[in-house]
């Protein structure tokens, strides 16, 4: 299920929360800082799982919200990790997911405290830092839809 929706207009702004999403195949969010790129697949839309956070937030005694892992959606009760190379969809919008959303040092810099290291960041959300995806159809996502997988095509 779709948990929250963050955008960002430009690099390195606050992401602000939408409850509405508009999507647009081979661009990206309308309204986000990666619109129109297409620098490498994956940069249209980042997903991470709520208990990631949660569970970084518990080992290491933070209070992140949502937003502070600079992912586009949030997403509660899916296992993101295992739609590498899959067809996924939100609504009638379908995706592609392309790879793991593996953390940046700039993560790092952003969670980091005098009691934790941006090293240590980085390492919390190795292979749980999210998934990158490429938007396959046109439309709109709001908070509170379901995310399901798609069969692989025959």
């Known amino acids: 299920m779709i948990k929250y929706i963050h955008i960002a207009a430009a690099s ?16 990206g969010i309308v309204g ?19 208990e990631e956070i949660d569970s970084f937030n518990r080992r290491f005694g933070q209070q992140q919200p949502p937003w502070a892992a600079r992912r586009n959606v949030v997403t509660e009760g899916v296992r993101l990790n ?8 939100v609504g009638a919008v379908t995706f592609r997911g392309i790879e793991l959303c593996e953390p940046c040092a700039y993560l790092g810099e952003l ?13 919390a959300f190795l292979h749980r830092g999210g998934l990158r995806a490429d938007i396959l159809t046109d439309g709109d ?9 798609l069969p692989p095509a025959s």
């Open 12 to 27: 390195g702004v606050p992401q602000e929360s939408v409850e509405v999403a508009q999507l647009v195949a081979g661009a």
């Open 32 to 50: 986000d800082r990666n619109y129109g790129l297409a620098d490498y697949p994956g940069q249209q839309i980042t997903f991470i799982e709520m």
């Open 111 to 123: 969670l980091e405290t005098p009691e934790l290291a941006r090293q240590e960041v980085v390492r």
């Open 141 to 149: 996502i709001h908070v509170g839809m379901p995310l399901r997988s």
């Open 82 to 89: 295992q739609l590498v190379g899959r067809d996924f969809a």
